[in-house]
């Protein structure tokens, strides 16, 4: 491949990862997946993914971690496998190009198997980054559908802001936006989350409750509405009152050490605290920017491993280039 000002060398480009603020979770279904009616917000931890020409054809991962929740990045898959390597394959396959040659280096910041999406902001940085260093061309229409083949939460993090997700998630609609929303992520130190495993003790924890008299969970069909209106009005303290996760129990089931931990947030100032998503990541919603500051140096005092952030953010985007 010739190396133009139209065609770099090598592309960077940034996806974030996301917390949901609402998430719906309704029965298990024949097919084996769960309806969800879910309120995600893109913030301002991102990951990067640098596609770069290689000599021969061929689809090769690297990654770093760090970053300021010091990622470790020990265990992850670093072939065909990866998603990112799925997400240049898929580009490639529909582009037409027969033997693609590309490295693409990721650089992790976003908890892994943390329930904030970094997974899926990689194959969405990686969607980008090929589609702008082979030239393809593809639209954000094309993107788009390439990213829902990858998982459902790989087409929010190439649009980001605010969206409803239904469907299994991957059903998107913009939800308007207003004053940024600032958190405090706490990163767990022990292992990841399974997010099936997660979603297989809801089931369990469900099939006990009803066993017992309780009512089967309702199908999700919307997203609730107060969510909607904090997120529109960017009211903090409207959006504490109504931020939920039907994961959460099952989560903390699985890592009944964050129990403690939320507590704790809680009682340092947070307006709410919530798992994100699968866990085990947490999410703690402070009152403005500067009660972030504090939250995460309080936090970071007695050991925990914070970082104030905030959203909505943009979704995956060019951050550098090289010809």
């Not at 299994?168 to 706490?186: K, N, Q, S, Y």
């Not at 008299?213 to 903090?236: K, M, S």
């Not at 500051?293 to 090289?322: C, I, M, Y």
Request: aromatic share 2%; proline share 7%; glycine share 12%.
């Amino acid at each position: 491949m010739s190396t133009t000002a139209q065609t770099p060398a090598s592309v960077t480009v940034s996806a974030p990862g996301k917390i949901n603020v609402s998430l719906q979770v309704g029965p298990l279904r024949p097919d084996g997946y769960h309806a969800v009616a879910s309120v995600y917000l893109a913030l301002s931890l991102r990951e990067d993914v640098t596609a770069t020409a290689a000599p021969k054809p061929g689809i090769a991962v690297s990654v770093t971690g760090g970053g300021p929740l010091r990622i470790p990045v020990a265990g992850i898959p670093l072939g065909l496998d990866n998603l990112v390597a799925r997400a240049a394959a898929a580009l490639a396959e529909h582009a037409g190009i027969a033997d693609p040659a590309v490295e693409l280096t990721i650089t992790k910041r976003v908890p892994v198997a943390g329930g904030m999406g970094g997974g899926s902001a990689d194959a969405a940085a990686a969607l980008l980054a090929c589609n702008l260093l082979w030239g393809s061309g593809l639209d954000a229409a094309e993107l788009r559908t390439l990213a829902a083949g990858l998982g459902a939460d790989v087409p929010f993090a190439l649009e980001g802001g605010a969206a409803v997700g239904l469907g299994v998630g991957d059903l998107l609609t913009e939800a308007p936006a207003g004053t940024p929303l600032h958190w405090v992520l706490v990163a767990s130190s022990g292992a990841g989350l399974s997010t099936p495993a997660v979603y297989g003790r809801l089931d369990a924890l469900r099939s006990e409750a009803e066993s017992g008299g309780a009512d089967p969970a309702p199908e999700p069909y919307a997203a609730d509405p107060r969510v909607l209106e904090a997120l529109r009005t960017g009211n903090a303290a409207a959006l504490a009152d109504v931020i939920s996760n039907d994961l959460q129990p099952a989560a903390l089931s699985l890592a009944p050490e964050l129990v403690p931990v939320l507590d704790r947030g809680r009682a340092l100032g947070a307006l709410a605290g919530i798992v994100s998503g699968s866990g085990p990541t947490l999410a703690f919603l402070a009152a403005d920017a500067a009660s972030a500051a504090h939250l995460e140096a309080d936090l970071r005092s007695e050991g925990h491993n914070a970082l104030a952030v905030h959203g909505p953010v943009a979704g995956a985007q060019r951050t550098a280039s090289k010809t």
